[in-house]
């Protein structure tokens, strides 16, 4: 009875995995139609092959066009210094010849002129101030390329500290009263 019973277990068991496989890729095996593809001779295999031996592999990420002639961590570090950083001045700053520069937000550039440092602050397009300056090597802990700060110089001082590509400066400047 136990051997029957195993027998017919076995029956049951094994005819139900038949079922599983109905709509399967293998129930259209013969048919090389059916995802539209049609079938390619010899001869239109070779020729597909030889139109493709003389054509040289472009790069996809290179643009058409443009020649690349620096590093992409180069391009990105030019990008930078064209970008002036803002300072924020919250007090009437009194400079050298007795001009005053009003409090406001201002875009920083340090230049060279004859071998001097100097730091422009400019509003818009027009120059509000050109302020002389120290060069240094100190980055003043700044983890930026391009980097200005306003620091308190004293009490009635404060500094300006101005970082670029080309050189890092600062300008001590008088507060106004």
Known sequence: MKK???ILC???ISSGNFAFADGDLWDNYGDQNIYGQKPVSDKEFEQAL???KGKKKRDKNIPKGESIQQSNETDSILNVSKELPILLIPLNLK????SIIPIG???VEGIKENGKPYIKLYQAHYVIAKLPAEET??????TAINFVKLLPHGEAHVQIVFGNVDFNAYSIIDIAE
Request: glycine share 10%.
């Open 50 to 52: 030889e139109s493709k």
């Open 137 to 142: 090597n100190d980055d003043f802990g700044e």
């Open 4 to 6: 029957f019973l195993i």
């Open 95 to 98: 400079q050298q010849n007795g």
């Open 105 to 107: 937000h201002y875009q």
């Open 10 to 12: 076995t029956i049951i």
